[in-house]
């Protein structure tokens, strides 16, 4: 089984995610934190809470952290995932108290008492994982790789230029990637490139939703929320694309490339500004001197595969 670690905004792509992470038999669940993202905080530790306790993981620790990014203010998405963040479907409630620890100490004991390496796998702005890699940046020797949704080679969405995890706390994204280029962690961008394709028809999603069980109820209303406020008969399981590809590589094809984070920027800002070019050098320099971070970003997808995998493991067939 693959140990890994959840980073999350939940978020109703995220719950999808958590619900695969929870219940797939190849992962190791050993931990999720939070941060604020398509929702504030304390909303996104109550369902991340909520959605744990459905799939009947209430093992798994999960702590809350940073509530805003590094350096600018917090820019929620309530109008995508509802004022909940779960798409208000009733589905948030639980008793169960988050972790006394805050998200970067969890991180750190996790990761410190791991004796094999631990796939970590952020859905949501890397501000917790930023501050990891400031505070306590000898708890990276244990990650043997990072799996992140966010960027894009081609397209935005919170801009025309950014997808929104990068955009919302860009310098969080910088940071995280030169200390992977550091300590040598590979990493793979499961971004806008790839992140529609695995989609599910709002026919599954009613099959799903009608079912006895609480978690597949819970996963099919999550679609066909989506269904709705899109317009459309089909949704995208977004963030569980990324663990899909934690479970099962095959169904994406990568390309190392460079890519750097925009900084600056009016209409480009969070932009990953990934190098297509067959790359001899480079006529621009970091004005840092950071390190560059080369990694695998997912270009081509398998949609249906990773589709059928996220519904099997959710209707527990
Ligand atoms: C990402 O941003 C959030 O809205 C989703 O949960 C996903 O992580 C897509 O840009
Ligand atoms: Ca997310």
Known sequence: ??????????????????????????????????VGGNTDVAQVTRNTLAVLEIAGRDDVPVARGAERPLIERA???????????????????????PDPRHA??????????????????????MTNLALLARTYPEALRSVGRIVFMGGA??????????????FHDP?????????????????TMYGL?????????RAEAQQLA???????????????????????????????????????????????LPVRVELAGTWSRGRTIV??????????????????AVIDVALEIDGRRYADLWLETVRRT
């Open 275 to 292: 190098d297509v070019r067959d790359w001899s050098g480079d006529l621009a320099h970091d004005p840092h001197g950071r390190a560059d």
């Open 75 to 97: 820019v929620h998405a309530r109008h995508v995932h509802g004022d909940d963040g779960m798409g208000d479907l009733g589905w948030v409630h639980t008793d169960r108290e």
């Open 193 to 201: 490139d790839v992140f529609y394709d695995p989609t599910v028809t």
């Open 1 to 34: 089984r693959i140990p890994v670690v959840m980073d999350v905004d939940t978020g109703v792509d995220d719950a999808c995610a958590l619900l695969l992470a929870a219940l797939h038999p190849a992962v190791d669940l050993r931990a999720v934190t939070c």
């Open 171 to 187: 310098e969080a994204t910088a940071i995280v990637l030169e200390a992977a280029a550091e300590h040598g962690i590979p990493v």
């Open 210 to 256: 009608a079912s006895t069980d609480d978690m597949a109820r819970l996963a099919g209303e999550l679609i066909e929320f989506q269904c709705e406020r899109f317009g459309s008969e089909q949704a995208t399981i977004g963030d569980a694309g990324a663990v899909c590809a934690v479970i099962d590589p095959g169904g994406i094809q990568t390309s190392a």
């Open 153 to 166: 080679a081609q397209r935005g969405n919170a801009t025309a230029s950014a997808e929104f995890n990068v």
């Open 104 to 125: 970067v100490e969890l991180l750190r004991d996790v990761l410190g008492d791991a004796t094999e390496p631990i796939t970590v796998v952020p859905t949501a702005p």
